[in-house]
């Protein structure tokens, strides 16, 4: 008797274990369970498609062309501070779009750095933008300029990683470098990086569980932000937010949590191993930091670019995670990338 009772506890403990970890299907939008699509999309090779928004001069008239990469929680209607002014003086032509399970692009459950930087290289075929075009990744959105650096250079003619994203376990790091700077994060921001790593098969359970705290942005711990960050908060509450309701309509798991797991697993190169696309200085690199950021610790990023003597490295030493949104910073950082 005590067998089959022990055999069938088992079972049920492995069959709760397996629906807590597994998630949900992806809500994908035009499907019939789905969200309906509303922006323009591109079909890819692969099937999937990708969502984006054209903003600036037209892009047979544009000088530059830039792909925007939005960061964490983000989408195509990103809002980047530009004025037209500026926009009709240099002739910019902005392309935003909604990375992989974010918005009304398709997901991708094989999602990593590469596939990040392809969709950016296949997006802009598919748009006849040209051979070659600037690339801006903010924060999270980092990572696939990471990517294009090192899967597509020759695509480039520019490239600006803002507040970006950083890896703690990136081979580059010394190690008591890397620890200082997770040890800044928040304990519990400090196990979802841990899980994402080292075991993503658990991820969607740890991001959903009840019983530990989760990632602190989507949690409500605004000790994350600094002072700056905060009072910029403020100022964007009052401006009318666009398309905020569908940057997770497909699901939490297929666009937030497999943006973290891409973004913190193993990647293939470390940025170290990454060559100077522009060793003719026919184009730049460069990496904007805020000197107050509680996210994105300054030390790593200042790190990389010592290393890699060919970025630019830019302290904004009073700027948080968010000063890209503060007009003149924004700015300045279109000019640095199309002006050198």
């Keep these: 008797m005590f067998v089959p009772i022990a055999v069938a506890v088992v079972v049920g403990v492995l069959g709760w274990a397996y629906q807590a970890i597994k998630p949900p299907p992806p809500k994908i939008c035009g499907s019939p369970d789905g969200p309906p699509v509303t922006s323009p999309r591109v079909k890819l090779t692969d099937g999937r498609h990708l969502a984006y928004r054209e903003t600036g001069v037209s892009k047979e008239e544009a000088k530059y062309k830039i792909i925007v990469v939005h960061g964490f929680d983000s989408s195509k209607d990103l809002s980047l501070p530009v004025s037209q002014e500026l926009i009709e003086e240099l002739g910019i032509y902005f392309l935003f779009f909604d990375r992989a399970g974010y918005g009304d692009s398709d997901p991708n459950p094989k999602r990593s750095v590469k596939s990040e930087a392809f969709d950016i290289q296949e997006l802009a075929d598919k748009l006849h933008i040209g ?39 990136w081979p580059c790091f010394p190690s ?10 928040p304990a519990q921001d400090q196990w979802v990086f841990r899980i994402a790593y080292h075991a993503p098969w658990l991820f969607y359970w740890w991001m959903t569980q009840k019983w530990f705290p989760s990632l602190s942005f989507m949690s409500g711990n605004m000790s994350i932000f600094s002072q700056p960050d905060l009072e910029m908060l403020k100022k964007l509450s009052e401006i009318p937010s666009v398309g905020q309701e569908k940057i997770r309509q497909q699901g939490d798991h297929e666009s937030l949590h497999r943006d973290i797991m891409a973004g913190y697993s193993k990647w293939e190169f470390d940025p170290l191993d990454i060559d100077n696309p522009f060793p003719d200085n026919e184009g730049s690199v460069h990496i904007w930091q805020g000197g107050q950021d509680k996210i994105i610790p300054y030390k790593l990023n200042q790190y990389i670019s010592e290393k890699l003597p060919w970025i630019k490295y830019h302290e904004v030493p009073e700027g948080g995670h968010f000063f890209i949104f503060d007009n003149k910073i924004c700015e300045d950082i279109m000019k640095g990338l199309l002006l050198g």
């Design 176 to 185: 008591q470098l890397a620890k200082e700077g997770f040890k800044t994060l």
């Design 131 to 169: 051979s070659k075009f600037f690339v801006i990744g903010v924060s999270i959105g980092a990572y696939p300029i990471w990517g294009c650096l090192k899967y597509i250079p020759n695509r480039l003619a520019g490239a600006s990683l803002v507040v970006p994203f950083v890896n703690y376990w």
